[in-house]
């Protein structure tokens, strides 16, 4: 132990005598190279392939080169300054800047940002970004390509929000709305129970008393000048962190860097550390109840306890790993105990972090519980927990959890050459005090610490944490607690505390019972489409078997498994069932296991037991490392042979139904979804959520006589796209669904199943919700159909992009009278003819008719002529830009693969997706509008409080 951890030593002392680098001379002379961040307070090795440097301003910056995404770029600019640092009458400023910084700058008019980024291929909102939390404001802009002149112009940009916002007063005014209508948005009683549970936990604390949102009242009333004052302050060039990751030359880059940014000059004074939080470790316990008739029953215990700072280091790892296992265990109890007895239990997890706040530590639990089940949930929880502490953990539960660490480290070895970009960005965006290592590292790290996860090591770390746990400060929040008081809850955790707690039942490893199938399937076709690369084969047995060979994602196999029949195969009425099964199937384990068994069995691998219900076919998608392929289809052909039925998955599927059921109309959003749903189809429940009384009668009996003989006779396709061997790949595919008996002839879907028709009742419809009074949701929906016609499908989804853009101009920029706007295309490919073109928005009640009047104007406008060049552009650049990589990711290719042989019409869609996409021009979009939406019937929906349903449409 102690040789080990001299050597990492010795190997950070190697870097900090590399300290302040010059970055070389063909960079600049003015750079300078720097060793990672957070590395002074760390004995890890940090990740080599990271460059951090530092420009004389003080601005930090982190450089790291990756080819996954090919093309794409990812540029991150981190200020540290959040809602921490604002005063009374600042408080919601830091996120305000936030915003203000998209309206306009020295260099950059009011309006033309957002404009400026669509134009370079960014879509707002999906590439374009920013958020304010307590501690940080970060700004992030993902590029399409890696090209010069585009980052060039992306680090302009960003540079102009660094220092360069010019907080015009009439500016300021405008984009109020927009904030207030953010903050209106997020205040729900959600929200509201957050706050609670802070005044708790962490009384005059920033967490309690600084939420980034900030208070209306300031966010009403601040001058803009008071904005500028502390973009002043706090938007320093010290205070300041540059990320960019992507497929680029690093020297270039900090070239680029250095010319934006080295001119900037922030106040220079010095501003202190924002993450400071002192807490009594002494407290008694409390308790705090939270009632509202919509919110879900849950209970948090937390208690903190005094403790010292925790950097990243060797015994922080050795810490963390064995709170992991344990919190591990005790989960894996908590679930067995709640699937085999009929308990009020929804959830529960362990929570534990140590240098909280630099000198505390926090232990606790939180429990979801049926509504007025919290008394009998407590118990279970709190029990469990401190049988931990008094008992221990057994030999192999240790070994399980062993397991899945082992493969989890192995496999992110593996995979870390493909890992994205994006992973890399948001861990160096929101790095705190940790430092950026590399997989091999961290897996060698874990087998130096392995041998101290014992049962006995694991038991004592988690006991002499949670032993503490004496005094803790307890949260109930539900919607049936009233009359239930703080001396409640509080009586309610001491007896729990006074009651025994015996040993838990010990594991008992299970080898593997599905490795025989039978005789391995005999290949009768095995053909390869050129083109495409796409090799396609046929068992004897029917079964379909599509390989597509790539790289882009190392040591990882994507696979499908299409079983024909899904929803199509249960009839309207019994469409229920095909619900209950989509719930409850996977949970009823295999014959040889129960859900709990098979999830010990499966441990340490990435084989995960999946078994959905689609629209035409039963089966699902995911992946795997390659050491793990064989047995993912040895699962998935137990699962279609030898399902378990077991009926602690009905039990476990009927638990949370009364609960789903009283909240439907609880959001704005749930009620639009439900209502918009149930106007436009009736009763058809193939798209309607059914009576809760008849998903409560469902069972695997009724199931059963339902399914028949589907599972074991119908058609069987099957795709994977990865990193495989394709021979290895076959007979795999060979000893298990081609051993399976005939299958039978794909008869094909009944075309009568395809069938649908929305209703005839257009219009208005108000839907009522149990929700604020000050947030409605509405959305305007027009019928439209399938997607047999591949350019009229991208027509119209490239016409949502363009109305969304102007709903975003009229709605947030102009009204400010909404946070965000939508508009989205969606056509069939299952059912025939069915489609259609939605625009939304959430809003205040009182603001609907300037909402609906604005609407009505942009696809007036949409609609009486062709876009001018530039909206157009606007609107298609993103999906033009998304080319650039689309053929190189596995996603894409698994579209296609999984139904080669079924849908080869599709291939061709593929082929010709982008020469297509590039044709259509903005009288093509002119005409799908007017075709549309143009005087076409539609149905407007608002979801509006209860109080306001009886109010007259129009």
Known sequence: MGKKTAAISLALACAFACLWVPVEASASDKA???????????????????????????????????????????????????????????????????????????????????????????????????????????????????????????????????????????????????????????????????????????????????????????????????????????????????????????????????????????????????????????????????????????????????????????????????????????????????????????????????????????????IGSKDGGWRTALPIVEQMVRQAVDHGFGEQEIAEQIQRLDAAFANAVRSESTTTSGAFANVLTNLDDDIVTAADYRQRLWLQLRPFMG???????????????????????????????????????????????TPPDLRVAKGWAYSDFGTAGVLVSDTRISDLDIRTLRFANGVRLNLKKTDFEKDRVRWSLRVDGGRMHFTRKDQPLAMFMQGAYVGGGLGAYDADDLRAALAGTTAAPILAVGADHFGGSSAVVRKDLERQLQLLAAMITDPGYRDDAVRLFRRPLAEFYSRLTATPSSALTQGQARVMNGDDLRFVLPPREQLEAADFAALRAVLGDVLATAPIEIGLVGDFDEAEAIAMVARTFGALPMRKAGAGINPAARATQYSGAFGVHILPHRGEANQMAWRRVWPTTDDSDQRLEQTMELLADIVRIRLLDELREKLGATYGAGASSDMSDIYT??????????????????????????????????????????????????????????????????????????????????????????????????????????YIFRATPEAKAAAPAG
């Open 32 to 366: 300078q190279r720097t060793a990672p961040w957070n590395s002074e307070t760390s004995d890890l090795e940090a990740d080599k392939r990271i460059i951090y440097g530092v420009l004389p301003n003080g601005l930090r910056y982190a450089i790291r080169h990756n080819e996954r995404p090919e093309n794409q770029v990812l540029i991150r600019l981190a200020v540290e300054f959040g809602s921490a640092a604002e005063a009374d009458n600042e408080q919601g400023l830091a996120h305000f800047i936030e915003h203000m910084a998209f309206n306009g700058t020295t260099n950059v008019p009011e309006g033309e940002m957002v404009r400026k980024l669509e134009r370079l291929g960014l879509s707002f909102g999906a590439d374009t970004n920013a958020s304010t939390g307590y501690l940080r404001t970060q700004y992030k802009l993902d590029l399409p390509k890696s090209d010069p002149q585009l980052i060039d112009q992306a680090l302009f940009l960003l540079r102009e929000t660094a220092s360069e916002v010019l907080f015009n007063p009439e500016a300021v005014e405008r984009e109020r709305g927009v904030v207030i209508a953010e903050m209106r948005d997020r205040e729900n009683y959600n929200f509201q129970r957050a706050r609670a549970v802070n005044q708790l936990f962490y009384p005059d604390s920033y967490f309690s008393t600084r939420y980034p949102i900030g208070t209306l009242d300031v966010l009403q009333n601040a001058p803009a000048e008071r904005m500028r004052a502390l973009y002043r302050r706090w938007y320093t060039p010290d205070r300041t962190r540059l990320i960019i990751v992507g497929p680029v030359d690093p020297v270039a880059m900090e070239k680029a860097i250095l010319r934006h940014f080295a001119s900037w000059r922030g106040e220079g004074r010095q501003l202190g550390d924002l993450d400071r939080c002192g807490f009594d470790t002494q407290r008694p316990s409390g308790a705090g109840v939270f009632s509202h008739p919509e919110v879900s029953e849950a209970i948090s215990v937390e208690q903190i306890l005094a403790d010292r700072p925790r950097p990243d280091t060797f015994e922080r790892a050795l810490l963390d790993l064995r709170m992991q296992i344990a919190a591990g265990i005790i989960g894996d109890r908590i679930a067995r105990k709640s699937r085999r007895e009929d308990v009020p239990l929804l959830g529960s997890n362990i929570g534990f972090s140590a240098g909280f706040c630099d000198q505390h530590a926090r232990v606790g639990f939180a």
């Open 455 to 501: 049962a006995d090591s694991v038991s004592r770390e988690f006991a002499h944490w949670f032993s503490k746990l004496e005094r803790p400060q307890i949260f109930l929040s539900g919607r049936k607690i009233d009359g239930v008081t703080e001396a409640d809850i509080l009586s309610a955790f001491t007896a729990s505390r006074n009651s025994a707690v």
């Open 833 to 938: 003819g069915r489609g259609t073109f939605s625009v939304g928005t959430n809003g205040d009640p009182k603001d609907i008719d300037a909402i609906e009047k604005a609407v009505e104007a942009v696809i007036a406008e949409i609609t009486a002529a062709p876009v001018d060049a530039d909206l157009f552009e606007r609107g298609r650049k993103p999906s033009l830009e998304s080319y650039a990589d689309w053929r190189r990711q596995n996603s894409t290719w698994m579209q296609i693969v999984d139904q080669a042989q079924t849908e080869p019409e599709r291939l061709e869609r593929f082929r010709r997706n982008e020469e297509r996409f590039r044709s259509i021009t903005a009288q093509d979009v002119w005409e799908a509008a007017k075709r549309f939406l143009a005087d076409k019937p539609s």
